[in-house]
């Protein structure tokens, strides 16, 4: 009875908040052997991919993102960093000064033997040749026969590549002395779903592709370390993974085979003097560090950061969902910090305080994007801000933080927004990633106020409704692709509140949140909205005779109220729930029956409220 009784309530949950009504997505099973000459920063590549079609329509094309091809003089890449403002320092040469910068595209200045590509010597479609035509990072492959919806098909591809100086993300000989950081490395099925194929040109933002599986083969030099996304599968035949090892070698090269299921991308990187560390968290995630040994520093930086590396993956399972797959491996490699499916690569050259935030960014990208597959080039703020809020939540978690502004754990997120929001190079967060004016632009909004839409959130509904919703969006999405709607709409079935207003004014306008105490006197505390962007507010009011009274009035656009929050500061505080606020009232008056001596609008500091100085008043 107890298991009939646990099928209904799963089958009645799954009534609720099911993924919305004719949901399908696409699959692919990738089987790839990669031959690398690391010499000459060269490799042949043989793939063997099974795309299964559930659109509901029939597909006469299908397109590859071919990433490498961007890092070539005259691509889109070269072309947009120096027309931006303010390009990636990472990407360019100042020839000018400080105070008068001329920039250069390193990319520009790339040699027939620097630059990157990926040459494709034919296709076949269930095993006959198919047309095809590269444009810029877009493989075009007109199919000898549609594929028809429900069906399978199999796709055969030969290619050479040249993996390119390190520039963005991929390439060769990093700064720190990474040998191959091999990201956005093969022909990757581009993504097809509701709203079309997404065939972003490729210069320098991020991605969205279909979940599957990958089954890579990787000969390269027996002296190689590599780290990589998915479980090796013969550890005891290659270096550094087991002290049982005894490396098989043909031609001098050993044979790596990675194996992932239900991921959407694949990375590794590899070097000749990378070390292997591991550990296993509470929840029985295998994690890896593959580094370079640089320095007693170093050694000690990393292995310090995979302890708290395992920390952070059984709070963030305990908060948002358990991570679903064996092993996740952390690499040193690239030039800064990227995520991939069930791995990362970051740099690994820095002070322990730096590496743990970049390695807890990076792995709470396992959820937000990985886990579900967000589409970073229409929705980056759901991607990077929540990950952002992730990343926060667990370094205030598992270091402690405390103080005033313990109530909000993302503060710094916050301060960034109020910068980015006066700073007049604010642009909607539902802009395409690629089309932001600045990065400056980019930057700020996607990971700092996507991190305050997230934590304001719970401001909304209430702390407790948010966890439940993240962990109710974990339920209904994993291994899915939702959008910002999706998650608005559990939100929704949560708390019981209307959020229409709230996703529609904070994600497609740059209106901004300002209230003010106004005036208080015996009798009221007169409240007033300086902005366009309407708030549920709570309001803290201390009187001369030692008691509090908490305030909470209601927006009439949420066509309901949060329940009361267990804060500290809110303990043993009376609540008093007054009638709805609207839009169209500029102020908002609060009955009183005792004297006032203190009023604060929102102590818990939650309310991105970009002007706070007039929101906490003491009388004399």
Request: aromatic fraction near 14%; proline fraction near 4%; charge should be neutral.
């Given at each position: 009875?107890?298991?009939?009784?646990?099928?209904?309530?799963?089958?009645?949950?799954t009534?609720?908040?099911?993924?919305?009504?004719?949901?399908?997505?696409?699959?692919?099973?990738?089987?790839?052997?990669i031959?690398?000459?690391?010499?000459?920063?060269?490799?042949?590549?043989?793939?063997?991919l099974?795309?299964?079609?559930?659109?509901?329509?029939?597909?006469s094309?299908?397109?590859?993102?071919?990433?490498?091809?961007?890092?070539?003089?005259?691509?889109?890449?070269?072309?947009?960093?120096v027309?931006i403002?303010?390009?990636?320092a990472?990407?360019v040469?100042?020839l000018?000064t400080?105070?008068?910068?001329?920039?250069?595209?390193?990319?520009?200045?790339?040699?027939?033997?620097?630059?990157?590509?990926?040459?494709?010597?034919?296709?076949?479609?269930?095993?006959?040749?198919?047309?095809?035509?590269?444009?810029?990072t877009?493989?075009?492959?007109?199919l000898?026969?549609?594929?028809?919806?429900?069906?399978?098909?199999?796709?055969?591809?030969?290619?050479m590549a040249?993996?390119p100086?390190?520039?963005?993300?991929?390439?060769?000989?990093?700064k720190?002395?990474?040998?191959?950081s091999?990201?956005?490395?093969?022909?990757?099925?581009?993504?097809f779903d509701?709203f079309?194929w997404?065939?972003d040109?490729?210069?320098?933002?991020?991605?969205?592709?279909?979940?599957g599986?990958?089954?890579?083969?990787?000969?390269?030099?027996?002296?190689?370390?590599i780290g990589a996304?998915?479980?090796?599968?013969?550890?005891t035949?290659?270096?550094g993974?087991?002290?049982?090892?005894?490396?098989?070698?043909?031609?001098?090269k050993?044979?790596?085979?990675?194996?992932?299921?239900?991921?959407?991308?694949?990375?590794?990187a590899?070097?000749s003097?990378?070390?292997?560390?591991?550990?296993?968290?509470?929840?029985?995630?295998?994690?890896?560090?593959?580094?370079?040994?640089?320095?007693?520093?170093v050694?000690?930086?990393?292995?310090?950061?995979?302890?708290?590396a395992?920390?952070?993956?059984?709070?963030?399972?305990?908060r948002?969902?358990?991570?679903?797959?064996?092993?996740?491996?952390?690499v040193?490699g690239?030039?800064?910090?990227?995520?991939?499916g069930?791995?990362?690569l970051?740099?690994?050259?820095?002070?322990?305080k730096s590496?743990?935030?970049?390695?807890?960014h990076?792995a709470a990208?396992?959820?937000?994007q990985h886990?579900?597959g967000?589409n970073?080039?229409?929705?980056?703020?759901?991607?990077e801000?929540?990950?952002?809020?992730?990343?926060?939540?667990?370094?205030?978690?598992?270091?402690?933080?405390?103080?005033?502004?313990a109530?909000n754990?993302?503060?710094?997120?916050?301060?960034?927004?109020y910068?980015?929001?006066?700073?007049g190079?604010?642009e909607?967060m539902s802009?395409?990633?690629?089309?932001?004016n600045?990065n400056?632009g980019?930057?700020?909004?996607?990971?700092n106020?996507?991190?305050?839409?997230?934590?304001?959130?719970?401001?909304?509904?209430?702390?407790?409704?948010?966890?439940?919703?993240f962990l109710?969006?974990?339920?209904?999405?994993?291994?899915?692709?939702?959008?910002?709607?999706?998650?608005?709409?559990v939100?929704?079935?949560?708390?019981?509140?209307?959020?229409?207003?709230?996703?529609?004014?904070?994600?497609?306008?740059?209106?901004?949140?300002d209230?003010?105490?106004?005036?208080?006197s015996?009798?009221?505390?007169?409240?007033?909205?300086?902005?366009?962007?309407?708030?549920p507010?709570?309001?803290?009011?201390e009187?001369?005779?030692g008691?509090?009274?908490l305030?909470?009035?209601?927006?009439r656009?949420?066509?309901?109220?949060?329940?009361?929050?267990?804060?500290?500061?809110?303990?043993?505080?009376?609540?008093?729930?007054?009638?709805?606020?609207?839009?169209t009232?500029p102020?908002?008056?609060?009955?009183?029956?005792?004297?006032?001596?203190?009023?604060?609008?929102?102590?818990?500091?939650?309310?991105a409220?970009?002007?706070?100085s007039?929101?906490?008043?003491?009388?004399?």
């Amino acid at each position: 009875m107890r298991y009939f009784a646990f099928i209904l309530c799963m089958a009645l949950s799954t009534l609720v908040f099911g993924q919305r009504k004719g949901y399908w997505q696409q699959n692919v099973q990738y089987k790839m052997d990669i031959d690398v000459n690391e010499k000459n920063y060269q490799y042949d590549g043989k793939m063997s991919l099974v795309y299964g079609n559930n659109s509901g329509q029939s597909l006469s094309k299908v397109y590859f993102h071919l990433y490498f091809n961007a890092f070539q003089p005259g691509s889109m890449m070269d072309h947009r960093l120096v027309s931006i403002s303010d390009p990636d320092a990472r990407m360019v040469k100042n020839l000018g000064t400080k105070e008068n910068p001329q920039y250069q595209s390193r990319i520009s200045q790339l040699t027939t033997d620097q630059i990157g590509y990926q040459k494709i010597s034919f296709v076949k479609v269930n095993g006959v040749k198919a047309n095809f035509k590269v444009d810029g990072t877009i493989l075009e492959v007109v199919l000898p026969k549609a594929i028809v919806d429900g069906s399978k098909t199999t796709f055969e591809l030969e290619w050479m590549a040249q993996v390119p100086e390190q520039i963005r993300r991929s390439g060769r000989n990093s700064k720190e002395g990474v040998a191959l950081s091999m990201t956005q490395w093969y022909p990757k099925m581009a993504h097809f779903d509701e709203f079309g194929w997404h065939l972003d040109e490729y210069v320098g933002r991020e991605f969205i592709a279909p979940f599957g599986d990958f089954d890579v083969t990787i000969h390269l030099n027996k002296d190689y370390v590599i780290g990589a996304s998915g479980v090796l599968q013969n550890p005891t035949e290659v270096k550094g993974y087991s002290e049982k090892a005894k490396v098989k070698a043909k031609n001098n090269k050993a044979s790596w085979r990675f194996v992932a299921k239900n991921i959407h991308d694949f990375a590794w990187a590899a070097d000749s003097k990378f070390v292997v560390d591991s550990t296993t968290t509470k929840g029985g995630v295998k994690l890896y560090t593959v580094y370079l040994p640089t320095n007693s520093e170093v050694i000690s930086n990393w292995k310090q950061a995979l302890g708290f590396a395992s920390e952070f993956f059984d709070f963030t399972s305990s908060r948002f969902g358990a991570y679903p797959w064996p092993t996740y491996t952390i690499v040193q490699g690239g030039d800064g910090g990227m995520e991939y499916g069930t791995a990362t690569l970051v740099t690994g050259g820095r002070n322990l305080k730096s590496l743990v935030n970049v390695i807890f960014h990076e792995a709470a990208h396992s959820w937000y994007q990985h886990l579900f597959g967000i589409n970073e080039t229409v929705d980056e703020w759901f991607d990077e801000g929540f990950t952002s809020y992730v990343e926060e939540l667990g370094m205030h978690h598992i270091f402690e933080k405390k103080g005033a502004v313990a109530t909000n754990p993302v503060i710094e997120p916050y301060r960034a927004y109020y910068k980015l929001a006066l700073s007049g190079k604010e642009e909607p967060m539902s802009l395409l990633a690629d089309y932001y004016n600045t990065n400056y632009g980019y930057s700020n909004q996607a990971y700092n106020k996507g991190a305050v839409m997230a934590e304001q959130l719970g401001y909304i509904i209430g702390q407790e409704n948010l966890e439940k919703t993240f962990l109710k969006f974990y339920e209904v999405w994993k291994f899915k692709h939702p959008t910002p709607n999706d998650f608005k709409r559990v939100a929704e079935e949560v708390s019981g509140i209307n959020l229409k207003w709230y996703f529609n004014l904070f994600i497609n306008t740059t209106r901004t949140i300002d209230y003010a105490i106004d005036s208080i006197s015996d009798k009221e505390i007169l409240i007033r909205n300086k902005s366009n962007l309407a708030m549920p507010l709570d309001i803290l009011v201390e009187y001369t005779d030692g008691s509090k009274e908490l305030f909470y009035i209601p927006l009439r656009e949420m066509r309901g109220e949060k329940p009361a929050e267990g804060f500290e500061m809110y303990k043993n505080v009376k609540r008093t729930v007054l009638e709805d606020w609207f839009w169209t009232k500029p102020t908002y008056a609060i009955p009183v029956d005792k004297k006032v001596s203190k009023v604060y609008i929102d102590p818990t500091l939650r309310l991105a409220d970009i002007e706070s100085s007039d929101n906490k008043k003491e009388l004399n």
